[in-house]
């Protein structure tokens, strides 16, 4: 059929469909998000305009519709993928940093930036760039360092070619990221007699790869031979949707669990064998099992500095079987490579271990050392003085249900919810850790509420990252999408501060207190009456009684007047949840202050502690 590439990109993106966890097919790609402007609204825009089954979203910050879309891949577990669209220049570069944020953390993510002309005849054209030395660079170049696949399209006869590897790289276990399909304005509108097969509906499902079963030999060999056996479990088991099989694993050979960043809530707070989340971020009851065990386990994780307080948490003599549909990060340190997806890793694998069950004495620490750490978050979640992170996440906790949905990216209040959340319902936890970008937790409960209509999405966030980016807000309240945010107000960049003065520095530039400034009393921020002006319910509240009743108030509006529900509340600026795990940083050898250069000395001392290869 006659068709613009414009129109069969559309028409492509139409017939691309999805097997969901539940077994239902939806469309692989649920809407669009969109900022037109000169280099994509007459084209593309006509295109999906054409096309209104296609849902289009209006975005008022191409990084935040970007990092909406980022959300839906997180909130549906990878089985969808969210699409951005924007005019060449600024426009595109403002989704560099989405396709970062998808990047690192393995998300699928379809960008379609405008570009200049490839006649050239009318460069240089508004929003072009010049290299003097290179007349094919264009700003879209950027988008090379964060893409997993990155086409310009230069022919319309291309995307037979271009469209089947784009969708490879968005459904596959291993390779899955962001694709930039770069457009032309002008190859944008030009047309091509496109064979119909190519927009025949086509349903992607979840590739399993099974392990080799020599390898499955050696990994079961391994387990066998251990005392001390630990399970670490990551993003790989949500995305396999494996968590039941992780669980039966670890029952039936009586072995402790922990979980990573992108693992969290995979395993019932509760359950007897749950040793609680590892790491920097985590808890000290996994902390302290990770240090006796022999052999790890590690599912779907590609054991990120957090999870292994950069490598400093395991023992030294410790032997890793790193189970992982890609090898890049199931050879990482020397670990027994067990390529495969989670769930038939651990289905073969525990046929091979038989019968095989760890020491009942090592399986009973889970239960008692986050006995112990479950004690001490309460401690931190009893109301005393200024409310603190860990008792506004404890509010949240106790009042929401197994349906909803809760996630964050930037600051300290990770660090909460990783190490005290207490799980409710499987894979219902954003922590955006890979990248840590502030302003994610706005724009992505956007993605997230699109995904998951059904439970609650809540997000919390500090004052900082809400002044970072908030415009999705007014995007998500036109929409009519509902969600809660709590936000934070603790006076600036807490937690930096902390990170800063933790480590000998004196406070600039992080709290407000420490940042230059002309006013003897500098204005501060009304968030609530800012959220109110983009067409949010608000709530602002003093204390944790009054952040209670105002999130359950939240939650209703959420849901019946379907728009974003903003909780404020004024919390302590320096008390944290803390795990007691070290982490490596670039402390000055040589600094103006001495605590500076202690400091230093301590890092010194931390790296000796450090396993740089197994």
């Given at each position: 059929m006659r068709l613009t590439t414009a129109q069969a990109l559309v028409r492509w993106l139409t017939a691309q469909r999805t097997e969901l966890p539940d077994g239902r097919e939806a469309p692989l790609f649920p809407g669009v998000f969109a900022i037109f402007g000169h280099g994509n609204v007459l084209a593309l825009g006509n295109a999906l305009e054409e096309r209104?089954?296609?849902?289009?979203?209006?975005?008022?910050?191409?990084?935040g519709m970007a990092l909406a879309a980022v959300g839906i891949a997180k909130a549906t577990h990878r089985r969808q993928v969210g699409v951005a669209t924007s005019s060449i220049g600024p426009g595109a570069l403002n989704m560099v940093t989405a396709a970062g944020v998808a990047h690192a953390n393995r998300l699928p993510l379809l960008l379609l930036p405008g570009d200049t002309f490839t006649s050239r005849a009318p460069d240089p054209v508004l929003q072009q760039v010049e290299h003097f030395g290179d007349p094919s660079t264009t700003v879209n170049d950027a988008f090379r360092a964060v893409s997993r696949y990155f086409d310009r399209v230069t022919r319309p006869e291309q995307l037979l070619n271009t469209l089947p590897q784009a969708a490879r790289v968005l459904t596959d276990p291993a390779d899955c990221g962001p694709v930039?399909?770069?457009?032309?304005?002008?190859?944008?509108?030009?047309?091509?007699?496109?064979?119909?097969?190519?927009?025949?509906?086509?349903?992607?499902?979840?590739?399993?790869?099974?392990?080799?079963?020599?390898?499955?030999?050696?990994?079961?060999?391994?387990?066998?031979?251990?005392?001390?056996?630990?399970?670490?479990?990551?993003?790989?088991?949500r995305y396999s949707r494996a968590a039941g099989r992780a669980i039966r694993f670890a029952e039936q050979h009586a072995v402790p669990v922990t979980e990573t960043t992108a693992g969290r809530t995979e395993v019932p707070?509760?359950?007897?064998?749950?040793?609680?989340?590892?790491?920097?971020?985590?808890?000290?009851?996994?902390?302290?099992?990770?240090?006796?065990?022999?052999v790890v386990l590690a599912v779907g994780t590609r054991l990120q500095d957090f999870t292994t307080a950069s490598w400093t948490v395991f023992?030294?003599?410790?032997?890793?079987?790193?189970?992982?549909?890609?090898?890049?990060?199931?050879?990482?340190?020397?670990?027994?490579?067990?390529?495969a997806d989670a769930d038939e890793g651990l289905r073969e694998l525990t046929d091979a271990l038989g019968d095989w069950r760890a020491d009942p004495a090592w399986s009973a620490r889970a239960a008692e050392e986050r006995g112990k750490w479950d004690a001490h978050v309460d401690g931190l979640r009893t109301p005393a003085g200024t409310p603190t992170y860990a008792q506004v996440v404890g509010v949240v906790n106790e009042e929401s249900t197994p349906e909803d949905y809760v996630l964050t990216a930037s600051g300290g209040l990770p660090g909460e919810l990783i190490g005290g959340w207490r799980a409710l319902g499987e894979a219902t936890m954003d922590v955006e850790y890979g990248f840590s970008c502030m302003g994610y937790e706005l724009a992505g409960a956007w993605g997230a509420a699109i995904a998951r209509p059904d439970g609650v999405v809540t997000s919390l966030l500090g004052?900082?990252?809400?002044?970072?980016?908030?415009?999705?807000?007014?995007s998500a309240a036109f929409a009519g999408h509902g969600f809660?945010?709590?936000?934070?107000?603790?006076?600036?960049?807490?937690?930096?501060?902390?990170?800063?003065?933790?480590?000998?520095?004196?406070g600039f530039n992080n709290l407000y207190d420490d940042v230059r400034t002309a006013h003897a009393r500098p204005p501060r921020t009304d968030f609530a009456a800012h959220a109110a002006a983009m067409g949010?319910?608000?709530?602002?509240?003093?204390?944790?009684?009054?952040?209670?009743?105002?999130?359950?108030?939240?939650?209703?509006?959420?849901?019946?007047?379907?728009?974003?529900?903003v909780v404020v509340i004024r919390t302590h600026p320096s008390?944290?949840?803390?795990?007691?795990?070290?982490?490596?940083?670039?402390?000055?050898?040589?600094?103006?202050?001495?605590?500076?250069?202690?400091?230093?000395?301590e890092v010194a001392a931390g790296k000796a502690e450090q396993i740089r290869y197994l």
């Open positions: 209104r089954e296609l849902p289009v979203w209006r975005g008022h910050n191409e990084q930039v399909l770069a457009l032309p304005q002008d190859v944008q509108a030009e047309s091509f007699d496109f064979p119909d097969a190519l927009f025949a509906p086509v349903v992607h499902r979840p590739q399993r790869p099974r392990p080799d079963t020599r390898t499955l030999a050696e990994a079961a060999a391994a387990l066998r031979g251990a005392r001390r056996p630990l399970l670490v479990l990551g993003g790989g088991v707070h509760d359950h007897p064998l749950h040793a609680g989340p590892l790491g920097i971020t985590g808890s000290a009851s996994a902390n302290a099992l990770a240090a006796r065990a022999d023992a030294p003599d410790v032997r890793i079987v790193s189970l992982n549909t890609a090898r890049f990060d199931a050879v990482k340190h020397g670990a027994l490579a067990l390529v004052d900082g990252s809400y002044l970072m980016l908030n415009s999705e807000l007014f809660v945010a709590v936000v934070c107000d603790n006076d600036g960049y807490a937690v930096i501060h902390r990170l800063q003065t933790g480590n000998g520095g004196a949010c319910a608000t709530f602002p509240v003093d204390d944790l009684d009054g952040l209670r009743a105002a999130y359950r108030r939240a939650r209703e509006v959420a849901k019946t007047e379907r728009r974003p529900a008390a944290w949840t803390e795990a007691g795990a070290w982490w490596e940083v670039g402390v000055p050898e040589v600094a103006h202050r001495p605590e500076i250069t202690a400091a230093h000395d």
